[in-house]
């Protein structure tokens, strides 16, 4: 079975202690856990990968189009601005489904147009870790019997 790619962008490594008020208070472990615990609950294999760094996460969505059944990306601040981002997603060729932590449509104003949605199957903000679950039951719906 192919697993599942979750890619999570900038800052995310910092969870717990960047802005809690928006992230909340769990840790970047605390989320890699959740989600790996979620992806069982689905039948998924997960591989779960942070980067602050812009093109080791294109290489790693040029990487998913090969190895991946599909991908959670959390393209963090790429999310905003990020064409290249935007255009390696794109190509996948894969099921994509972004997520969010915090309801990006609620926050201030640069933050609420994602450059990502456009290519994605879908999007999940604004429910915590739980987006991440959310996101990989909407996944394994996707994705049918294909990920076997």
């Known amino acids: ?3 599942v790619y979750v ?3 900038p800052n995310l490594g910092r969870l717990g202690r960047r802005e809690p008020e928006v992230y909340g208070t769990g840790t970047y472990d605390n989320l890699v856990a959740a989600v790996e615990a979620a992806g069982a609950d689905c039948g998924l294999a997960v591989e779960v990968r942070q980067t602050d760094d812009e093109a080791t996460l294109i290489g790693w969505l040029h990487e998913a189009a090969e190895s991946a059944s599909g991908v959670v990306l959390n393209p963090a601040a790429f999310t905003h601005y990020s064409y290249a981002v935007r255009d390696a997603a794109a190509m996948l060729g894969v099921p994509l489904v ?3 932590l915090s309801n990006i ?3 201030e104003e640069f933050r609420r147009h994602s ?3 456009g290519v ?3 999007v999940v903000s604004g429910f915590g ?3 991440y679950a959310l996101a990989l039951r909407a996944l394994q ?3 049918g019997d294909t990920h076997a």
Do not use: C, Q, W, Y
Request: hydrophobic letters at 50%; charged letters at 15%; a neutral charge.
């Open 1 to 3: 079975m192919k697993p």
């Open 7 to 9: 890619l999570n962008g």
């Open 98 to 100: 972004e997520v969010h």
């Open 105 to 107: 449509a609620a926050r």
């Open 115 to 117: 450059v990502i949605s």
């Open 120 to 122: 994605a199957a879908g």
């Open 129 to 131: 870790f739980d987006s």
């Open 141 to 143: 719906t996707l994705l």
